[in-house]
């Protein structure tokens, strides 16, 4: 059905379902003879049952379809070489010295980050100690934490700070200060 609309006539005739009642509205407010030639109406019909083709809207659907693809992968490669990891030493404290003098330490190593880290070198005041060095190699997955005890390497006196530094595999560093008991 073809609706005809009229912008420039009174309120009346705003929408009519046929051309005739649109014609005998016009001829009563203007009272002049009006006529709509065969080729406007068809022309008009046709512009309003035009649309896309089915190919095109096909191509369109997949074309919005690859692009989201795209967009997801994008994202997830991004976020793979966006990874990090970051170690926290939550606690760490001195429960006190061994039979020889050594100080034992506790502490609790978190991976707060989003990559695994792996342990590989312990320091105690900026030497290597090999008895930590044994309790800490570990990696750590993202969101896991450890606890550990171990026994210095070396003796200390009471009272003394020891700066006690954990070194990863991709060379970051955590330091953290105790105190001899």
């Not at 969101?143 to 005890?149: F, M, Y």
């Not at 070396?154 to 990863?168: F, R």
Request: aromatic share 8%.
């Amino acid at each position: 059905m073809f609706y005809f609309y009229l912008c420039i006539v009174p309120h009346e005739i705003s929408k009519c379902s046929s051309i005739s009642q649109n014609l005998i509205l016009l001829n009563l407010l203007l009272s002049k003879p009006l006529t709509l030639t065969h080729t406007w109406h068809c022309k008009l019909r046709r512009l309003n049952r035009r649309g896309i083709s089915p190919v095109i809207a096909t191509i369109i659907i997949v074309a919005v379809a690859i692009a989201i693809a795209v967009a997801f992968w994008v994202v997830g490669i991004a976020g793979l070489f966006t990874r990090y990891e970051k170690l926290e030493i939550s606690y760490i404290y001195c429960s006190g010295k061994d039979t020889s003098g050594r100080p034992i330490i506790v502490l609790q190593v978190k991976n707060t980050g989003s990559a695994t880290a792996t342990i590989d070198e312990v320091f105690i005041n900026g030497v290597p100690d090999a008895n930590a060095k044994v309790a800490l190699t570990t990696s750590l997955s993202p969101g896991g934490s450890i606890v550990k005890t171990f026994t210095c390497a070396s003796s200390h006196a009471s009272g003394a700070t020891l700066e006690v530094k954990i070194h990863t595999a991709s060379g970051q560093e955590y330091y953290k200060a105790v105190v001899v008991p």
